[in-house]
Nanobody, 124 residues
């Protein structure tokens, strides 16, 4: 089992920045591929970014590429998402997720554990 707790969400103006964190406990953090997803009201949960166990490789959704950066600190059991150049369309609940299988996935069903989410609201 892995327990995930997101933090760092809030209200920010367009063009601003936020840094989300996801604290993990339970199963060894470094043994999981990690990802960020988001879900806006009335929409399906959307892939944002994922990172390999070591943190060497990352993959981003097209809508955030070049603006968001995923990273992890295995010593602190924490996943991060640095969000720059925020747009109103980035408004959503952001979820972190952990995957047991050792290859990257960009789909919701590919992840085994989920946090409760943190709200990000970008005003225009």
């Amino acid at each position: 089992q892995v327990q995930l707790v997101e933090s760092g969400g809030g209200l920010v103006q367009a063009g601003g920045s936020l840094r989300l964190s996801c604290a993990a406990s339970g199963r060894t953090f470094s043994s999981n591929i990690m990802g960020w997803f988001r879900q806006a009201p009335g929409k399906q949960r959307e892939f944002v970014a994922t990172i390999t166990r070591s943190g060497v490789s990352t993959l981003y959704g097209d809508s955030v590429k070049g603006r968001f950066t995923i990273s992890r600190d295995n010593a602190k059991n924490t996943l991060y998402l640095q969000m720059n150049g925020l747009k109103p369309e980035d408004t959503a609940v952001y979820f972190c997720a952990a995957r047991k299988m050792n290859f990257i996935s960009t789909v919701v069903s590919g992840y085994d554990y989920w946090g409760q989410g943190t709200q990000v609201t970008v005003s225009s």
